[in-house]
């Protein structure tokens, strides 16, 4: 057992926070074996940080019990990792939906266009000019 006083847990903590850090900027997606590979490799660099700090009781052997248990973690921490991953892109997707939708400015109806067709009438002008030429009768039948 370790207590909170002890160099040990400093030491924890920063190489907890070194494999944090080195995990984080070399992989962009990782599958989840690489997963469970990058917590095999953060628990053998927690374990030998624990190990190299004095005061530490079980000393560099490891017990059958305490690798069973660290062999069990290994798959559930990849998998509650890749869960929360998942379920962490479906949340950004559905604020970035919600956003795009809050965010859309309406855009007001166009006022609908009218045209006006040109009257068949007649010009008037026209009608001035040839009031009085030509023949006046009922139209010649054929």
Same mark, same amino acid.
């Given at each position: 057992?370790?207590?909170?006083?002890?160099?040990?847990? *400093?030491?924890?903590?920063? *190489?907890?926070?070194?494999?944090?850090?080195?995990?984080?900027?070399?992989?962009?997606?990782?599958?989840?074996?690489?997963?469970?590979?990058?917590? *095999?490799?953060?628990?053998?660099?927690?374990?030998?940080?624990?190990?190299?700090?004095?005061?530490?009781?079980?000393?560099?052997?490891?017990?059958?019990?305490?690798?069973? *248990?660290?062999?069990?973690?290994?798959?559930?921490?990849?998998?509650?990792?890749?869960?929360?991953?998942?379920?962490?892109?479906?949340?950004?997707?559905?604020?970035?939906?919600?956003?795009?939708?809050?965010?859309?400015?309406?855009? /007001?109806?166009?006022?609908?266009?009218?045209?006006?067709?040109?009257?068949?009438?007649?010009? /008037?002008?026209?009608?001035?000019?040839?009031?009085?030429?030509?023949?006046?009768?009922?139209?010649?039948?054929?």
């Amino acid at each position: 057992m370790v207590a909170l006083e002890q160099p040990s847990v *400093a030491l924890l903590i920063g *190489a907890c926070a070194a494999v944090g850090v080195l995990v984080g900027s070399l992989r962009m997606r990782a599958g989840f074996v690489e997963i469970m590979g990058l917590l *095999a490799i953060g628990q053998a660099v927690g374990h030998t940080a624990l190990t190299v700090s004095p005061g530490h009781h079980h000393g560099s052997h490891a017990t059958t019990m305490m690798l069973f *248990a660290h062999l069990a973690a290994i798959p559930v921490g990849a998998m509650l990792i890749r869960s929360a991953e998942a379920a962490l892109a479906r949340a950004a997707s559905s604020v970035r939906g919600i956003v795009r939708v809050l965010g859309t400015v309406p855009v /007001p109806a166009l006022a609908p266009i009218v045209r006006i067709a040109p009257r068949a009438d007649a010009n /008037p002008r026209r009608l001035l000019l040839s009031s009085g030429i030509g023949t006046r009768g009922p139209p010649a039948h054929r």
